[in-house]
């Protein structure tokens, strides 16, 4: 398994503004995602986030939107830019590692945009 | 298109009481599956998985069963305490080898005392 942070835990934005989140896992892994969790909703994957080139996003989910990077293999960060009230949610980094091949989950960053 | 369902959207128990929790499929081809628990405010906890070569894994108090002839996977929870009170998602794998992970719509356990 592994352990996984994200800063912040939570923020209050306001709209038109942009929040980066981090994510920073205890060892290396060869996947890293980033979901989001829109409030009494399940998980919808936004993106994988590639070591070193693009991440690559899921349908509805676009890059100028919601950037990302992954400049080596334990950290990651999501940009929510521009935000409007609708991005209210909590968001969550996961890493998959192939020894192990399970997902697990950090804490979130709770985000609401006034 | 692909998706993972959930028969039931709250489930009440009485404690000590076991419980239950469903979960549909769609893709048939779909191979490893994983039920994660999510408490107020934290992110989601494995909590067990299984392949598609098995029918049945066991854990501490929590077995899954799947059936892949009905697209069907359920998690048991014996002698359900207070504890265990959270949101239960289970997750598919939807194209093997990519590690994307579909998730059902979640069920939550209210144990009662």
């Known amino acids: 398994s592994a352990v996984i942070s994200q800063k912040p835990s939570r923020d209050i934005c306001q709209r038109g503004t942009s929040l980066t989140i981090q994510c920073q896992v205890d060892s290396q892994v060869t996947m890293m995602f980033w979901y989001r969790q829109q409030p009494g909703q399940s998980l919808t994957l936004i993106a994988t986030?590639?070591?070193?080139?693009?991440?690559?996003?899921e349908s509805g989910f676009v890059i100028d939107k919601f950037p990302i990077s992954r400049p080596n293999l334990t950290f990651s960060t999501l940009t929510v830019s521009n935000m409007s009230p609708e991005d209210s949610s909590i968001y969550l980094c996961?890493?998959?590692?192939?020894?192990?091949?399970?997902?697990?989950f950090g804490p979130g960053t709770r985000l609401t945009v006034t | 298109g692909e998706s993972v369902g959930l028969h039931l959207p709250t489930l009440s128990v009485q404690e000590g009481d076991n419980s239950i929790i469903n979960c549909a499929y769609s893709?048939?081809?779909?191979?490893?599956f994983i039920w994660y628990k999510q408490e107020s405010g934290k992110g989601p906890q494995f909590i067990i998985d299984i392949r598609s070569n098995m029918d049945k894994r066991q854990g501490q108090r929590v077995t899954v069963l799947l059936n892949k002839t009905v697209k069907h996977l359920s998690l048991q929870i014996a002698a359900t305490q207070p504890g265990d009170s959270a949101v239960y998602f289970c997750a598919e794998m939807g194209h093997s080898g990519t590690y994307k992970y579909i998730f059902g719509t979640g069920t939550r356990l209210k144990v009662l005392a």
């Open positions: 996961s890493v998959v590692g192939l020894a192990w091949g399970e997902q697990y």
């Open positions: 986030a590639n070591q070193g080139s693009e991440a690559t996003y």
């Open positions: 893709n048939s081809a779909s191979d490893y």
